[in-house]
Nanobody, 125 residues
């Protein structure tokens, strides 16, 4: 069955950096677009960034543009976000999400057929 397992979360100071990982299994990872979404305490789900199956196309929410970089290693079935210049507003559970297609489609950022359990990121001094 499809499994998406996130890791790498933790406590980081404002202005710091963090790199998360999402290990995928149970499907052909290289065939599907992937995204990161996040959920802050008391708030709804927020799409953060997405990447096409081959990694040639990426997209970011305005709130993280210029600070986060999404990437993938299809040989290792792993998805990453590199998160720099972190702010307290970035505090959230970060969740890896699979799309049911190979490409990113504007307006369908939340069209995921599978999501992981998430990893907590806390930005605080």
């Amino acid at each position: 069955q499809v499994q998406l397992v996130e890791s790498g979360g933790g406590l980081v100071q404002p202005g710091g950096s963090l790199r998360l990982s999402c290990a995928a299994s149970g499907f052909t990872f290289s065939n599907y677009a992937m995204s990161w979404v996040r959920q802050a305490p008391g708030k709804g789900l927020e799409w953060v960034s997405g990447i096409s199956r081959g990694g040639t196309s990426t997209s970011y929410a305005d709130s993280v543009k210029g600070r986060f970089t999404i990437s993938r290693d299809n040989a290792k079935n792993t998805l990453y976000p590199q998160m720099n210049s972190l702010k307290p507003d970035d505090t959230a559970v970060y969740i890896c999400a699979k799309h049911p297609r190979a490409t990113l489609v504007p307006g369908k950022e939340y069209d995921n057929d599978y999501r992981g359990q998430g990893t907590q990121v806390t930005v605080s001094s």
